[in-house]
Nanobody, 123 residues
Framework: QVQLVESGGGLVQAGGSLRLSCAAS????????MGWFRQAPGKEREFVAAISWSGASTYYADSVKGRFTISRDSAKNTVYLQMNSLKPEDTAVYYC????????????????WGQGTQVTVSS
């Protein structure tokens, strides 16, 4: 059974940083691309960042490019999202998800999801 567990969310002031972690189990983690998504109240879930199975390729939403960094440690079966220069509009529940071998941005292309972790950025 595949399980993804996010952690690291919290309350931070604008301009601050957080690092989210997503621990994976039940799958050959290193064979799959991984993504981070977020969902703010009243809004649809949106793509944030993704990383290829090898970690060699990454892709970011324009809204977070230059501020967020996705990475993975296959030995620890964990993917990370380093978030810097946070803004109030980054406030959302953040989810990690697993997909196939290549990076994709559409939510319906991801087959396993974590339960989410809340990130709140105060102004």
């Amino acid at each position: 059974q595949v399980q993804l567990v996010e952690s690291g969310g919290g309350l931070v002031q604008a301009g601050g940083s957080l690092r989210l972690s997503c621990a994976a189990s039940g799958r050959t983690f290193s064979s799959y691309a991984m993504g981070w998504f977020r969902q703010a109240p009243g809004k649809e879930r949106e793509f944030v960042a993704a990383i290829s199975w090898s970690g060699a390729s990454t892709y970011y939403a324009d809204s977070v490019k230059g501020r967020f960094t996705i990475s993975r440690d296959s030995a620890k079966n964990t993917v990370y999202l380093q978030m810097n220069s946070l803004k109030p509009e980054d406030t959302a529940v953040y989810y990690c998800a697993s997909t196939g071998e290549t990076i994709v941005v559409h939510t319906n292309m991801y087959d396993y999801w974590g339960q989410g972790t809340q990130v709140t950025v105060s102004s």
